[in-house]
């Protein structure tokens, strides 16, 4: 624990002193980046260079046919009309082969990840991790410990070259999120890159979580990683994602996949921490499935990007499964977050939470949905939302837009939604015991954010709070 | 009067569209304790939160030196770091932050309290007891829940840890039980033991300056400062009330 203590005092001195902690770039000479736009030929490119089965790459050809055919989204949310996908890179490599050393990792991209506190992250508390630069993921690894136990923890690419590990990914790969659901799930399915498939075998418990991160540093480039990770009955896992980007003029693209199946008794936390630049476009999907008795915790923080529309959706199929929700938001400047959460629940007995926190500053727009679909079969299912949205001017937004389908008249579902601001008693109350007005304000919005910060890995709490305070200080001139 | 901790000239001050005091002049010495009394809505509180700085309201006249600085323009952080102390009639509750963690973010940002994180959990442990605190408070949310008896006994836990110049208690006696009266007073008592520090105590209730030894008494009418007397002006207020302060202010002419 003292360890744990030591370094997370050394990472928020970082960000204490260093603004700039994830705006910086690195040149991209050397790289492998593909024509912009979209063609069948950069789609046969990726899959040759990833030398794919040819299932994979046939399912590429038909999400690519469904993507030209799909119109983009009319009247949902914020618009994306800024985003000119003509002007989007699907692929930019580094030419570098994956690495399981940091050693073997080059220089720039090493630096990257050492300045993103990954490395170290990973001797203290990790049980393996995965770091991602633009399309490749270039370093991998995990305990041999775990590894002993039968879990895997790869690339999909690699999955697809392994003999035994193949039939797996094809017989979960896309059946959650079906290339049909929206234009975006088809272009990710077409240009699909990195990510991670993690297995974790029955009754099999990691004592410490694993952990992606993603980072996109190319200009103009979009980011299509896959996640599937499968945690068979029994099993118990906490995985951790991380996502940062320099800032940028032209626009950049998130569009991943998050595929999660949780077997029965099983149990899956899915920590994410968003960052993205201001400029990116985060057009992300995630799902997952949850048996018997099993239990799906999502702990989620949205800081960054210009648009997101992020709506994690959880499937209850199972008896008495339990999905847990813990969100916050962030939107600053610039910024126009659409995000929320969809639950369905099928099963008899189940019951969801879902507790989300927005903050709104600077014209920042938050919208908050949730949609709560409880099926003809799940007797006695219960479902709670609640919503709290906190603004910090008269000129930024906070929307709630909830919606629920009960289908089942023994089930009960509740909704709370409050917004509120920051009061002048409040603050007048902490100045007048020595806080400045900065430290005041982050002091209030901090302690807004407690309920999600707690939830958070510890290095990401503490990264959680130095991000509001970064924000809260350029707030105040 | 050179020695004078606060000293208010000429103040005149309100809301955006209504003036509230209205020519205010108050000395307060070193140590000294000074009673505010004045019937309800007399602008006893708005005096209060005036010399702390409260952005509401505005000073539209006269000037307000503490501790040698003029503080007229000064906001209620920079007041504060000075060495006033304000205990609020309502405090507020701020969720998610925890009492302890600010207690101490408090004291460690002024360079005279800054101390060891053993030595200040002693000292906070140490006041808790003194005021019949459960330890278990620390750890809650900073008045979150707190009933009006315990957030005032954790407004006298702040004003013993911070130690303050001059303390203002704005009714900090109001709505108390017996018992919850009694830990106010003797802390009171000893951040007057203590800190020697001066005392501005705005109160209705004469039972909880019985034990003080008073220096001076202030009558405020309608926002105006009306007498200024000893500790036994403030018996004939209590048998006679406010009537004759009302009536003189009416015989000059303010409305």
């Known amino acids: 624990m003292a360890e744990a203590t030591e370094t997370t005092r050394k990472r928020s001195q970082v960000a204490d002193v260093d603004r700039s902690l994830y705006d910086f770039k690195y040149s991209e000479e050397g790289f492998e980046r593909y024509a912009d736009g979209l063609s069948t030929d950069i789609v046969r490119a990726i899959s040759e260079k990833k030398d794919e089965p040819q299932w994979m790459l046939d399912m590429r050809l038909k999400a690519l046919a469904i993507y030209e055919e799909m119109e983009m989204p009319a009247n949902w949310g914020p618009s994306i009309e800024m985003l000119d996908l003509n002007h989007i890179s699907a692929y930019v490599s580094p030419k570098t082969k994956q690495a399981s050393s940091w050693d073997e990792v080059p220089e720039d991209i090493k630096n990257t990840f050492e300045r993103l506190g990954i490395p170290e992250a990973e001797r203290e508390s990790l049980a393996g991790v995965g770091a991602q630069y633009d399309s490749e993921i270039v370093y991998h690894n995990m305990r041999a410990e775990v590894a002993d136990q039968g879990v895997i923890y790869t690339t999909i690419e690699d999955a697809l070259h392994d003999p035994e590990l193949e039939p797996i990914v094809h017989e979960y790969f896309g059946k959650l999120i079906p290339m049909r659901d929206h234009k975006f799930a088809a272009l990710h399915y077409a240009v699909w890159s990195g990510g991670s498939f993690v297995y974790v075998p029955e009754g099999v418990t990691l004592p410490y979580p694993l952990q992606s991160y993603f980072r996109l540093n190319a200009q103009g480039a979009g980011q299509f990683e896959h996640t599937l990770i499968i945690v068979e009955p029994g099993a118990d896992l906490h995985f951790i994602e991380g996502c940062s980007a320099p800032k940028y003029y032209e626009a950049n693209l998130h569009a991943g996949a998050v595929e999660l199946f949780v077997k029965d008794n099983a149990r899956l936390r899915y920590s994410t921490i968003e960052n993205w630049s201001k400029n990116m476009f985060n057009l992300n999907t995630k799902r997952a499935t949850v048996g018997a008795d099993a239990k799906m915790e999502w702990v989620s923080g949205s800081f960054g990007s210009h648009v997101s529309y992020l709506y994690p959706t959880t499937i209850m199929q199972g008896a008495r499964s339990t999905c847990e929700f813990t969100g916050i938001t962030f939107a600053g400047a610039t910024q126009d977050l659409d995000t929320g959460c969809k639950v369905i629940l099928n099963g008899p007995d189940t019951t969801a939470s879902v507790d989300t926190k927005s903050i709104s500053k600077d014209g920042g727009i938050n919208t908050f949905r949730s949609s709560i679909v409880v099926g003809r079969k799940a007797d006695r299912a219960r479902a709670t939302v609640s919503c709290a949205s906190l603004m910090l001017d008269d000129f930024s937004r906070s929307d709630t837009i909830p919606a629920m389908d009960v289908r089942n008249g023994s089930a009960s579902v509740g909704h709370e939604a409050t917004i509120g601001r920051i009061s002048d008693d409040t603050i007048l109350y902490l100045m007048s015991r020595g806080c400045s007005e900065a430290e005041a304000r982050t002091m209030v919005v901090n302690g807004f954010a407690d309920p999600v910060s707690k939830e958070l890995p510890m290095e990401y709490a503490i990264e959680m709070n130095n991000l509001i305070k970064l924000e809260m200080e350029g707030a105040i001139g | ?255």
Do not use: W
Not at chain 2, 21 to 48: C, R
Not at chain 2, 84 to 98: D, K, M, N, R, T
């Open chain 2, 1 to 255: 009067m050179s020695d004078q901790l606060l000293t208010i000239s000429g103040l005149s001050a309100g809301t955006e569209d209504t003036p509230i005091l209205h020519d205010i002049n108050l000395s307060i010495g070193a140590g000294e304790t000074h009673v505010l009394m004045g019937p309800n809505g007399a602008g006893k509180s708005t005096l209060g939160h005036v010399i702390m700085g409260d952005p509401v309201f505005q000073v539209t006249g006269g000037s307000i030196m503490f501790d040698g600085q003029d503080v007229t323009d000064k906001g209620a952080d920079k007041r504060s770091l000075a060495g006033i102390f304000l205990s609020y009639q309502a405090p507020v509750e701020v969720p998610g932050v925890p009492l302890y963690s600010f207690l101490r973010t408090i004291c460690q940002m002024r360079p005279e309290l800054k101390t060891t994180a053993r030595k200040f959990r002693a000292r906070v442990g140490e006041i808790a007891d003194q005021l019949d605190i459960d330890q278990s408070f620390l750890t809650r949310e900073l008045n979150v829940g707190f009933s009006g008896g315990e957030k005032k006994k954790i407004e006298m836990l702040q004003l013993l840890l911070l130690r303050p110049k001059l303390a203002i208690l704005d009714e900090t006696d109001s709505g108390l039980d017996v018992d919850a009266l009694s830990i106010v007073s003797k802390a009171i008592e000893a951040y007057r033991a203590d800190c020697d520090g001066a005392l501005l105590m705005i109160t209705h209730n004469t039972r909880i300056l019985e034990r003080l030894s008073v220096d001076h008494t202030h009558v405020m009418v309608r926002g105006n400062l009306v007498a200024d007397g000893p500790a036994s002006l403030i018996d004939d207020i209590d048998s006679n009330g406010f009537a004759r302060f009302e009536n003189e202010l009416a015989q000059k002419g303010v409305e």
